[in-house]
């Protein structure tokens, strides 16, 4: 075994309690480790100080998921008034004097998570020693904080790519110069990490089925996660990466393997297949939502495809498709009011909580399905060559629920599958809340200036004429005097539909495409009302054959992730490992000129902002200061 990096610890400890049927955990200092684990309540609180480190996924400063990618943009305004240091990454600004999103330091609005893996440590070293646990209690907890340390680990790796194994802590009196280590080559991290999360998953429960534990690690989370963390070490960046040919450690021996393994593909495929069926066995399916008692649905399929997409996100109860959430980060009503538009209810228009200021790019509105399930560009009944014409939206049930009758909005908005209706809201749109008793009365949305959703001052408006509802819990109640009643609910770190791509990806990659991986995207598929992959393609795209091709398939499969998991943290992380994103990411953000009235005016294309992406941008630089602390270390190629 590769010897280990040892860190000198300290000492954070914690309290966690229950509140709103959720696993809350708030970290609270403790003085002495001595009283850390000398009870039960102690060690709890420090239980719940290791799960506290887990990165907020709804952090809007400090998840690089959310603003360093292509999804999500804002307005000028916060360039100058906000400190998104995520955003600053999307605009060029990543640096090494002093890094943004710093995870490895803890700064820059990031957590440093080797603090949290030296309180794992002391966790593990020290949970054996509590007077008033039993053995199978003990057992649990600590096989809980050996996934989190391994989770934790997989975060770094991948945002530095190969980093320091930190396996134990050591007193303080330890020689500083004995703390230095060089990075872990890549495939001795992955084997590292995988081989916790094995050592943990004997003491985990099955599945969590208590509501106040909702959160915690199960067999099911550690099963599932490490499916995805051994499809991210089979994917290009990680697997044969000859971009990183002269990044060597001491000896000479490479960080990133210079030859693709097909034979990591095959583990991760294996990986996704344990995981899926675990899933499978304990309950999990994908949602469908159920209208309340309260709204009449009429009969017609739309409806309840949108909803069952948004509430697959949102529906914090009785949600069979929730893998493992996050309780530390939930859908505030901050983070909800960016997402929704500045005011779907005209009654309540001058509500200034509802900032709308979330924009997704017109690139992701652009990336969406036609109702026929396969891209515009590619669809044979689509008029492509028409999107960015003006057109009048019919009066009739085929557009009823999806876009607002006898209103001049734009070809694009037209004929798209029902994700697309789900996941943005946009000028001449519907929004379905809880407030309406029949979905024949959703709202209808004006983004343009003066219009309930249009710009009221210089700070609430969306940049690009698009905000994110599947972001929007619909039992949310917006009134007066800027009151907005939020439903809130937790980040997931992994679903069902998340799960089923994963395992369709590295079944392709493995052995190509066959009728095991169209039935896996085609279950995703069919939630959203769409027919099956090959049936699609054959029927409505130029290109008929291309899901029985290994590479038309995978082209097939990361749009069909781009889609489903669309602002749900992913993208980011999918378009680096997949080594895609200096194609995805060096082009123009664009949007529509949301300050105009008129609809031949609304309509212009604005170039937001020109993005730049180089192989650099693929990992995070180390700062000058951690290069000074560990003279052993090596900084990532480019910075």
């Known amino acids: 075994m590769k010897k280990h990096i040892i860190i000198i610890f300290l000492i954070i400890a914690g309290s966690f309690s229950s509140c709103n049927k959720y696993m809350d955990i708030v970290p609270d200092n403790v003085p002495e480790l001595s009283n850390a684990f000398n009870s039960r309540v102690m060690a709890e609180r420090y239980l719940a100080t290791c799960y506290s480190w887990l990165p907020g996924g709804f952090d809007l400063e400090a998840n690089p998921a959310i603003f360093a990618g292509d999804e999500l943009w804002l307005n000028t305004t916060y360039d100058q008034n906000t400190g998104f ?69 997989y975060y770094l790796m991948r945002l530095y790519g190969p980093i320091l194994i930190q396996d134990i802590n050591q007193p303080v009196t330890v020689d500083p110069l004995e703390t230095q280590q060089e990075r872990a080559p890549v495939d001795d991290c992955v084997a590292y990490i995988t081989g916790l999360i094995d050592s943990a998953i004997p003491d985990l429960p099955d599945d969590i089925t208590i509501l106040t534990e909702n959160g915690r690690i199960s067999k099911l989370i550690a099963y599932s996660m490490k499916a995805e963390i051994l499809v991210t070490a089979a994917s290009p960046l990680f697997n044969g990466n000859t971009d990183y040919a002269g990044f060597v450690n001491s000896a000479g021996q490479s960080f990133f393997n210079q030859t693709p393994s097909k034979e990591k593909w095959v583990a991760a495929a294996e990986a996704c297949k344990i995981a899926v069926e675990m899933a499978e066995l304990n309950g999990r399916a994908l949602f469908k939502w159920q209208p309340p008692v309260s709204m009449t649905v009429t009969p017609q ?31 505030t009503s901050g983070f909800q009011a960016a997402a929704t538009v500045r005011s779907y209810d005209p009654a309540f228009v001058d509500n200034s909580t509802l900032g709308g200021y979330l924009s997704p790019t017109l690139n992701m509105a652009l990336l969406f399905y036609s109702k ?68 024949d009365l959703a709202f209808n949305t004006n983004y343009k200036l003066t219009g309930n959703a249009g710009p009221i001052n210089a700070n609430i408006y969306s940049a690009t004429g698009y905000t994110p509802k599947k972001l929007v819990s619909y039992r949310n109640v917006v009134g007066a005097s800027n009151s907005y009643s939020v439903y809130e609910y937790a980040y997931p770190m992994m679903r069902l539909a998340d799960l089923y791509l994963f395992y369709a990806e590295s079944m392709n990659e493995a052995y190509g495409p066959s009728a095991e991986v169209y039935a896996l995207i085609d279950k995703v598929r069919a939630r959203a009302g769409l027919n099956g992959v090959v049936n699609s393609w054959a029927q409505f795209s130029r290109n008929p054959a291309k899901p029985t091709t290994y590479l038309g398939l995978q082209d097939i499969i990361r749009r069909e992730r781009a889609i489903e998991l669309m602002f749900e943290g992913k993208r980011f992380w999918d378009l680096r490992r997949w080594k895609t994103a200096q194609q995805a990411l060096n082009t123009n953000i664009t949007g529509w000129s949301v300050k105009e009235r008129e609809s031949q005016l609304f309509y212009r294309q604005v170039n937001l902002f020109s993005r730049t992406f180089s192989t650099r941008d693929y990992l995070w630089p180390l700062s000058l200061g951690e290069m000074r602390r560990n003279s052993k270390l090596k900084q990532n190629p480019g910075w």
């Open 85 to 153: 240091n995520n955003w600053k990454i999307a605009k060029g600004n990543q640096n090494s004097n002093s890094p943004l999103n710093n995870y490895w330091d803890g700064q820059n609005q990031a957590k440093s998570l080797w603090r949290g893996i030296r309180d794992c440590n002391v966790f593990l070293e020290n949970i054996v020693k509590v007077p008033d646990m039993d053995e199978f209690e003990i057992k649990r907890w600590a096989a809980e904080v050996t996934f989190l340390k391994a989770y934790y680990h």
């Open 301 to 331: 399929p739309t409806t309840v495809n949108q909803m069952s997409f948004r509430e697959a996100l949102a529906e914090r109860q009785n949600n069979p498709e929730q893998i493992w959430v996050n309780n530390t980060s939930r859908a």
């Open 372 to 439: 026929n399930g396969v891209p515009i560009e590619e669809d044979l009944n689509y008029e492509y060559g028409n999107r960015f014409l003006l057109r009048v939206v019919p009066n009739t049930n085929e557009y009823k629920y999806k876009l607002t009758a006898n209103y001049t909005t734009i070809g694009l908005h037209f004929d798209r599958e029902d994700r697309f209706y789900a996941s943005l809201s946009f000028d001449g749109g519907r929004y379905l809340m809880s407030s309406q008793t029949n979905d």
